[in-house]
């Protein structure tokens, strides 16, 4: 009969599909599942099932959240989706409940992967808003895609203030040029430059950096992207020459002492053998 060819042609589709499809009864039995199904609940064929009992066959579920949905669904009449994290199996699932007068019809998907990446976007998005190093991210062409909080506390920039711009607006105006040869230099020929470079705050001010610059390299055609990580050193600088000035000058007198003479002597005297 028709009906039955019908029956047949998506029970074909169903076959093809890459969900796990079921069918439950008022009891709670199986009525109908296909190999994909049969595959995900670790059984070699939907015969292993048919007619026996879903909380029997997997006891371990009673009390996972699936089952009160499931139940719901029952009571409610009404289709519920949600995602489901199975801890006997450690594995995510997303679960489409259909429920009819005759019981409810289950599609399955395991998202384990995908579930693990958003997981890892989670944690990249946590570790670049609060890591206390500023993050910048631009285009190809040096203009500002996004940045982070630390980057507003070390330039005193808002986001908005500097998004859309070019990355020049933190540097000097009459910068090194030489400089900026030698670092474009490196990210085209290594893809990455890390050293120290003078920043410009939004007061005017000049401070140090200690600054790194990656290429993201591109995916599916996309534009590259280049990530910029720096650290305001003003105080390790500060206190670095202070040690220098404490280590070579008489605390007392302020007169450079015997360390610095010593070490201004032996270079003059490389310099003196060099040119003979």
């Known amino acids: ?23 439950l009864d008022n009891n709670w039995c199986y009525e109908y599942l296909n190999q994909r199904a049969a595959v995900m609940l670790n059984r070699e064929s939907p015969l292993d099932l048919l007619g026996k009992n879903i909380w029997e066959e997997f006891p ?38 259909y429920p009819s007068k005759d019981g409810l019809t289950i599609y ?9 990446q958003e997981e890892k976007l989670q944690e990249s998005a ?27 506390t070390i330039t005193g920039f808002k986001d908005k203030e500097v998004l859309g711009k070019n990355a020049a607006v933190l540097s000097l105006p009459q910068g090194n040029s030489n400089e900026y040869k030698r670092i474009l230099r490196s990210l085209i020929n290594q893809g990455n430059w890390q050293g120290e470079h003078l920043n410009l705050h939004k007061n005017g001010n000049e401070y140090p950096v200690r600054l790194s610059i990656s290429r993201i390299n591109n995916k599916c055609g996309k534009r590259e992207r280049y990530l910029a990580v720096f650290a305001d050193i003003s105080e390790f600088k500060e206190n670095k020459a202070e040690l220098e000035k404490l280590a070579h ?28």
Do not use: C
């Open 249 to 276: 000058y008489d605390l007392l007198t302020q007169l450079p002492n015997r360390l610095l003479f010593f070490l201004r002597a032996e270079h003059a005297i490389t310099v003196a053998r060099r040119d003979n």
């Open 1 to 23: 009969s028709k009906h039955k060819r019908t029956q047949q042609l998506l029970r074909g589709v169903f076959e093809r599909v890459n969900d796990g499809i079921v069918s």
């Open 60 to 97: 371990e579920g009673i009390g996972q959240p699936f089952y009160d949905i499931y139940y719901k669904a029952m009571r409610s009449q009404q289709s519920i989706t949600f995602e489901q994290h199975y801890e006997p199996w450690n594995l995510w699932f997303e679960n489409r409940v």
């Open 126 to 152: 946590a570790l670049f808003e609060n890591t206390l190093d500023a993050v910048v991210i631009t285009d190809e062409h040096g203009v500002i895609l996004n940045t982070n909080q630390a980057f507003t």
């Open 108 to 116: 399955f998907t395991e998202i384990t992967q995908r579930k693990q």
